[in-house]
């Protein structure tokens, strides 16, 4: 019942940025190579491949909400694996060509790669100078965050529901018409008797049918758009009609609600760490940058720059 969006595009711009991560993390230049002894190949385009090891350091390159979209998005990955075999192929063509022999191209591979040297050494050694301690921030520190910002944490009512599920085809109105039927004799079974064991013996969802038909307690934006008005009108412990979503028939039962509340302290605790972390690791690199170079040893000579911007007219 939760809803899950995601763009291909978006993805596909992750998977490059991974990528990309990867490749500045070897200060190299990245190469399709014959995958070692017991990798399987992905993919393929004659003798250019791409190794199994190489999609898995892809993905566990991504923060793990963007890694369960792209495995969920066989479209993205595809795309993003032509892609690479094209390039590697370009690649390979052009240095067959000797094209990586030419004083322009090696002057720019030169530069690129002292950028790049640059970038990992400073971003480190950044990393180090806001390094922040373990233990901070102390209870304290929370307990004050918690109480300044109490007002924003406000959580919306949370529903907790239960479903009988049947899996519907989508472009035969006969074979809808026949599963919307069962989803009715489902419905009115379950109101009659044991929703529980209804949902146990006929869901086509396997995770609730095993919990009874519970799927869990949710706000209404996290349940399909297509149920949310039928739960929001369901009293506590009715059991609604079959209603038809994207690829299939829920027939919905209401367990209870949590009203609207404030969220608790512990509740907040890994946020707000993780927020506290990051101000004060922040705070810790503009300290030492205001250190290393202060206002008053800043001087800029306006007319030798006014000099440098009419030579590039």
Known sequence: ??????????????????????????????????????????????????????????????????????????????????QRLLSEALLRDARAKGWADRPEVKAKVDAAMREIAARIVTTSYLESVGQVPEAFPSETDMQAA??????????????RVAQIYLAAPERDAAAVAKVREEAGKLARQARAGDFAAVARASSQDKRSAERGGE????????????????????????????????????????????????ATLDEMKPQLRAALRQQRQ????????????????????????????????
Do not use: C
């Open 1 to 82: 019942m939760k809803r899950r969006k995601s763009s291909s595009a978006a993805l596909m711009q992750r998977l490059r940025a991974a990528a990309g991560v990867l490749l500045v993390s070897s200060v190299g230049v990245a190469s399709a190579q014959a995958p070692a002894q017991g990798n399987g190949v992905v993919a393929r385009m004659g003798e250019v491949t791409v190794g199994q090891d190489e999609v898995e350091k892809l993905l566990q390159a991504l923060p793990d909400a963007e890694r369960a979209a792209v495995k969920a998005d066989r479209a993205s990955l595809d795309g993003w694996l032509r």
């Open 282 to 313: 922040q705070q810790l690199v503009q300290a030492y940058l205001a250190q290393l170079a202060p206002p008053t040893q800043l001087s800029i000579d306006a007319a030798a720059l006014d000099a440098a911007l009419k030579k590039t007219n």
């Open 215 to 262: 799927v869990d307690t949710l706000p209404l934006a996290r349940i399909l758009p297509e149920l949310r008005d039928t739960v929001a009108r369901l009293k506590v412990g009715e059991v609604s009609d079959p209603v038809q979503a994207q690829a299939g028939f829920h027939v919905v039962k209401l367990l209870g609600i949590q009203p609207a509340r404030t």
């Open 146 to 159: 918690y109480e300044q910002g109490k007002a924003n944490f406000n959580l919306p009512a949370a529903y």
